[in-house]
């Protein structure tokens, strides 16, 4: 179903964006890498600014040229600059919007052409159960998250015509570089909120990640779907 297909996966270098650069791979999909930090796991590799429209633009039309028209994106790449928002100096909130919201919107435009060519396309934009819930010290970070749901249920809308879907991964703590910065009591206190007990690994949201841009989920689009363990319920 998605043999020869080709994706682009910002944030590619790691965490999330490695895993599903992997998976995907397994899937015989070819992905094209998008991020700052080079990575060799892919099938080609771009390096990227995806805050960047410009650097989107250029990076999508090298993908086209060596790999072809892609159909499929991951936008995985994404910061986070913590603090109270009384705290949280300007130039942070900016840095997050740009990289975590904007960012989706440069890839979703980039990839629309193809997707209305090829009369069929997916896009997954990985969010955060905190986009939902809020979170203390992540004003930026949440508000940035719950962003990317109203991009991608109206972008949903909007490529429905053309057979395209785009939906919403909410990973609740999941073990990446990012969260590897944290201290142990933050790591155990999301664990104790699972009611699996553990947080996700980043193979676990891959994994749901490759479901969603499978045939298997052709009728499922403007969704967002909690990779959480049950995190948020409680």
């Not at 805050?51 to 633009?57: F, I, K």
């Not at 052409?113 to 997954?124: E, L, N, T």
């Not at 990317?148 to 395209?164: I, N």
């Not at 749901?208 to 363990?229: M, N």
Request: with cysteine.
């Amino acid at each position: 179903m998605l043999d020869q297909a080709i994706a682009i996966v910002t944030g590619a270098a790691s965490g999330i964006g490695a895993a599903v650069t992997e998976d995907l791979r397994s899937r015989g999909v070819r992905v094209a890498g998008l991020d700052l930090a080079p990575t060799t796991m892919c099938d080609l590799f771009v390096e990227c600014d995806v805050g960047d429209e410009e650097s989107v633009r250029s990076a999508t039309l090298q993908i086209v040229t060596t790999l072809g028209p892609p159909t499929l994106a991951v936008h995985a790449a994404g910061i986070a600059r913590d603090g109270m928002h009384w705290k949280l100096d300007h130039a942070d909130w900016d840095a997050v919007l740009r990289v975590n919201l904007t960012g989706a919107f440069h890839v979703l435009r980039a990839l629309t052409p193809h997707i209305r060519a090829a009369s069929g396309g997916s896009i997954v934009l990985v969010g955060s159960i905190n986009g939902d819930r809020g979170k203390l010290g992540q004003t930026a970070y949440a508000a940035s998250k719950a962003g990317l749901v109203g991009l991608a249920r109206s972008a949903a809308r909007e490529l429905g015509r053309f057979d395209g879907r785009v939906n919403v991964v909410a990973p609740g703590m999941v073990r990446t570089p990012m969260v590897a910065a944290l201290s142990e009591e933050w790591r155990e206190r999301a664990a104790a909120e699972s009611v699996l007990g553990r947080i996700a690994e980043p193979e676990d949201v891959a994994r749901v990640i490759g479901f969603l841009l499978s045939d298997d989920a052709r009728h499922v689009t403007g969704q967002v779907l909690a990779v959480d363990g049950g995190q948020a319920m409680r």
